[in-house]
C-alpha cells in the first residue's frame, strides 16, 4: 500500500512540476484553443495539459516496475497503443485536424491492443451463464476502446470536468480491481499513477482553468480507462459484467448516447458538434460553472456507487437497480433537455397518469 501512496505523489507533483512548462510551451509554440461560439470559455486557453499529466504517469509507474515486470508483454503493448493517440492529439492540439483522422488512429490503437490478446472475449450474463463473444471478440473490443475515447472526449467540454469524471470512474475500477487477484497489480500500476497525475493537473484546470489538456490528453484518459476496464471488470465481476464498466462511465456514455439519439432526431451528422451536451444543457438551466462541474461530480459518484452496489448484489437486485438507474437516466435527460427541450416521452406518461388519478374537482355554484 506504501508503494501505491508514494506512486500516486511521484506522479501528482511531477504534474504539478511540469505543467507550468507546458503552459509556456503552448503559448511560444500556438497549442491554444482559441474561443468560438460552441466554447465556454472567451479567451485563448493552452491545451497541452495531457502532456503534462502523461509524463507525471509515467513518473509515478516508475515506482511500480515490479508490478509491470509481471506482465511485461500486456504492458508494452498498451503503452505502445498510446502512441497513435499521442501523435494524432498533438498534431490536432497544434493544428486543428478532422474528425477522420483522429478516428484513423484510433483504430489503429484498437489494433495494437488486440492484436497483444487483450480482448473482451464473454461477458457474464443473468442465470450464472456467459456470453461468448468468439471471433466477434475482437470488434467489439475495438467498438468499446473507440466509443470510451471518444465519450470522454465529448465531456471536455467546461474546467475540470473530464479530469474529475475520470478520477471518479479509475478510483471506481481500483476498487473492484481489487476482488480480482489475476488483474490486481495491472490496473494498479497503471491506475494509481494516472490518478495522481489527473489530480495535479486538475490543480491547474479546475475552474477558472489556466490550461486544457487538449485531445492530446482526453484521448490518452479516455483510452486508459478503456483499457483498465477490459483488464479489471470484464473479466472479474461476476453479475452482468457488461453494465458494471457502463455504470462506472455513466456520465460520459450518457451524454454520448444522448447526443446520438439528439443528433438522429434533428436529422444531423452524428459526428457534428452542437451545444445540447450535458454541460451545456445544465449552463442552460442557470447554473454557474462551478456548479455545473460539481453537479455532474455528483452524478458520476452517483453511478459509481450504483457499480459497486450492483458488483456485490445477487441478480434479482441487479436488476432492479438497472432498472431504477435507467429510470432516472432518463427522467434526469428529459428534465435538463438532453434530447431536446420539447421531448419528455417519460415525463408526459407520468403527467397524464397522475392526471387520470386525480382529476380536477370543478365546484358548482347554487
Known amino acids: 500500500m506504501d508503494s501505491f501512496i508514494i506512486a500516486s505523489l511521484i506522479s501528482f507533483f511531477s504534474t504539478i512540476f511540469v505543467t507550468p512548462f507546458m503552459i509556456r510551451f503552448a503559448h511560444r509554440f500556438g497549442f491554444v484553443d482559441k474561443p ?11 491545451r497541452i495539459g495531457g502532456v503534462a499529466f502523461i509524463i507525471g504517469t509515467l513518473a509515478g509507474m516508475l515506482f511500480l516496475t515490479d508490478l509491470l515486470e509481471a506482465d511485461v508483454r500486456t504492458t508494452f ?20 485536424l478532422k ?33 461468448d463473444f468468439g471471433i466477434l471478440s475482437t470488434g467489439f473490443t475495438v467498438f468499446w476502446l473507440v466509443a470510451i475515447m471518444n465519450s470522454i472526449n465529448l465531456i471536455d467540454g467546461l474546467d475540470g470536468l473530464a ?18 487477484p489475476a488483474a490486481y497489480g495491472l490496473v494498479f500500476a ?8 489527473v489530480s495535479g493537473f486538475l490543480f491547474y484546470n479546475f475552474h477558472p482553468a489556466k490550461l486544457f489538456m487538449g485531445d492530446t490528453g482526453s484521448l490518452f484518459l479516455g483510452y486508459m480507462i478503456a483499457v483498465l476496464s477490459i483488464v479489471g471488470l470484464f473479466k472479474s465481476v461476476t453479475m452482468i459484467s457488461l453494465i458494471i464498466p457502463l455504470l462506472i462511465l455513466g456520465v460520459p456514455i450518457m451524454d454520448t448516447f444522448f447526443a446520438i439519439i439528439r443528433r438522429k432526431l434533428n436529422k444531423q451528422n452524428i459526428g457534428s458538434p452542437d451545444k445540447g451536451h450535458l454541460h ?13 462541474v460539481l453537479t455532474i461530480y455528483g452524478v458520476s459518484i452517483l453511478f459509481a456507487c450504483a457499480a459497486l ?3 456485490m448484489s445477487n441478480l434479482w437486485l441487479s436488476l ?12 434526469f435527460a428529459e428534465v435538463i433537455g438532453l434530447i431536446g427541450a420539447q421531448r419528455q416521452p417519460l415525463l408526459n406518461l407520468i403527467k397524464r397518469r397522475f392526471k387520470r388519478k386525480n382529476p380536477k374537482i370543478v365546484l358548482r355554484s347554487k
Do not use: W
Open 99 to 131: 474528425a477522420r483522422y483522429k478516428l484513423v488512429a484510433q483504430l489503429l490503437t484498437a489494433l495494437i491492443v488486440v492484436s497483444s490478446g487483450l480482448t473482451i472475449d464473454f461477458i457474464s450474463i443473468p442465470f450464472g451463464k456467459e456470453l
Open 190 to 197: 497503471f491506475g494509481v499513477p494516472l490518478i495522481g497525475s
Open 320 to 331: 432492479l437497480l438497472l432498472l431504477i438507474v435507467t429510470v432516472l437516466i432518463q427522467l
Open 163 to 180: 479530469a474529475g469524471v475520470s478520477i471518479i470512474a479509475l478510483a471506481t475500477m481500483l476498487v473492484l480491481a481489487t476482488g480480482n
Open 280 to 292: 451545456h444543457c445544465l449552463l442552460k438551466k442557470g447554473y454557474g460553472h462551478r456548479q455545473v
Open 77 to 96: 503493448f498498451i503503452l505502445l497503443g498510446s502512441v497513435p493517440l499521442l501523435i494524432v492529439g498533438l498534431l490536432d492540439d497544434r493544428f486543428i
Open 36 to 46: 468560438n461560439e460552441r466554447k465556454v470559455h472567451r479567451t485563448a486557453m493552452p
Open 309 to 311: 452496489l450492483m458488483s
